[in-house]
């Protein structure tokens, strides 16, 4: 991707207020209650109080769905010394949604140290969620010691490989990967050999016009690798998805909401449902950020997703649990 | 007066002796400095190994100690040994037997990297 069509991508074509500053400005709503939209190759972004008077323009064939990300339940140091709390705020979210979520992706670090009763926890939490159907792929917590056996036994049953797979929701492709596994002294997170050869196929018979999400636990976009937030093979999994005119990106893992846009492909990250982690470079390490109890909720969150049949656009919109 | 020099005799004694033992304890210290190994045990903090690079001689029991509020791992990429996971405050200690470079890293967090050479 050169320079010129970044600055194509991001200028305002339609006078409708949104440049580069514009997409920045949607950037830094992320988190707080932002709706970015592409449509057509352009960032649109609208607050709130407009996606509500949008409400009534969404019509048939509309698919919602809900990503929660790193509920690493288990975890109870000073960060955030109650994760189930915070998980069930979450599934209050969710179920509170305005537009029902039809089904919900986990994008990993389901639990804090791979515990049985960790991962137990979050299944009966999740019951009491509307959304019945949970698609999940796994975060490095949720393979420690025995490279993914149990994992694979709960969550992984009609997977390939690792706990790879895909599925389709009304015209959209959907790609969970497992980026968690094999990792190398240095490295970053890897997909595989094995994984990158079932991809191409899986997508090779695919018209250009399916709508892509792909989710997986750790960025596929170079996030920041001086702490391991990137994919070493991801720009090999991406040159697979070159044909496809809308492809959306789903991670975790840096427990922070980020997104980018990188010609039809817009990569995003969701919040934890349990502690943040800092802005890349900003502290010592990635360990876990303590901020005020009064604001964890704020730093907390889920994403809540809306593809439009015939507007070419996956609706990508965070909410905090504050 | 018998009783003065006594105790004149056993104060200086006392005093002798113990700075005798002062300047033994210091020739101590620098005899380990150039033989026992500069230290045994890897502390795990903000994402990475303290010391990253440990000179150890053979024989040496070596202990990793994770002091995060994440688990991390301690594997070496031979293979030669592999902890646990760690939770905070969790320790994995490993006796290196034979010499040579032992490249170690978190299996967790593959950034995180270390060294022990033993000699």
């Known amino acids: ?47 709130m109080s407009q996606m509500a008077q949008m409400g ?39 179920n509170a949604l305005s537009t029902p979520a039809e089904f919900m992706l986990h994008t990993g670090d389901i639990s804090h140290l791979s515990k049985p009763e960790e991962f137990d926890t979050v299944d009966q939490i999740l019951k009491g969620a509307t959304p019945k159907d949970i698609f999940y ?11 993914g056996k149990q994992y ?14 895909s599925f389709d929701k009304k015209g959209v492709h959907f790609i969970g990967l497992v980026n968690v596994l094999n990792l ?3 490295g970053l997170g890897t997909l595989g050999h094995d994984q990158l050869e079932w991809m191409e196929d899986d997508v090779k018979h695919l018209k250009s016009s399916t709508p892509i999400v792909v989710f997986a636990h750790i960025p596929l976009w170079s996030v920041y690798p001086e702490w391991g937030w990137g994919t070493e093979d991801s720009a090999q999994a991406l040159a697979y998805l070159k044909k496809f005119g809308s492809v959306t990106v789903l991670n975790g893992h840096i427990h922070q909401t980020m997104q980018k ?32 109890a009064e604001q964890l909720k704020s730093v907390l969150g889920i994403t809540d997703v809306n593809y439009v049949h015939g507007q070419h656009a996956l609706a990508v919109v965070d909410s905090s649990l504050a | 007066m018998r009783r003065i020099v006594s105790t004149a005799v056993l104060f200086a004694t006392t005093f002798g002796v113990a700075f005798a033992g002062l300047r033994a304890g210091e020739r101590n ?14 502390k795990i903090d903000n994402f990475s190994f303290g010391p990253a690079e440990l000179k150890v001689s053979v024989g040496t029991t070596v202990t990793w100690t994770n002091r995060d ?32 470079t032992y490249e170690y890293f978190c299996s967790i967090h593959p950034k995180m990297t270390g060294k022990v050479v033993v000699q």
């Open chain 2, 69 to 100: 509020d994440i688990p991390h791992t301690a594997v070496s990429t031979d293979k030669t040994f592999k902890s646990k996971v760690l939770d905070t405050d969790e320790k994995f200690s490993f006796t290196f037997s034979k010499p040579g």
């Open chain 1, 137 to 147: 792929v796994p975060g490095e917590h949720d393979m420690l010691n025995d490279d």
């Open chain 1, 152 to 165: 694979l036994e709960r969550y992984g049953k009609n997977t390939k490989g690792a706990g790879w797979y």
């Open chain 2, 29 to 42: 210290i620098s005899a380990a400095a150039q033989q026992k190994p500069d230290a045994t045990e890897v």
């Open chain 1, 261 to 292: 846009v990188e010609g039809n492909v817009t990569f995003h990250t969701a919040a934890s449902t349990a502690f943040p982690q800092p802005e890349p470079g900003k502290a010592p390490s990635p360990g876990p950020m303590k901020v005020p």
């Open chain 1, 1 to 47: 991707m050169t320079a010129k069509s970044k600055d194509e991508l991001l200028h305002d074509h339609n006078h409708d207020g949104v440049d580069r500053r514009g997409f920045l400005k949607c950037m830094a709503w992320a988190g707080t209650g932002a709706f970015c939209i592409m449509q057509g190759g352009v960032l649109k972004s609208y607050s």
């Open chain 1, 184 to 186: 190398k002294a240095g």
């Open chain 1, 56 to 94: 009534g323009k969404v019509g048939k064939g509309e698919l919602s769905f809900v990503q929660i990300s790193d509920s690493h339940m288990g975890f109870n140091k000073a960060a955030n010394p109650d994760v189930v709390g915070t998980l069930k705020t979450a599934i209050d979210k969710v």
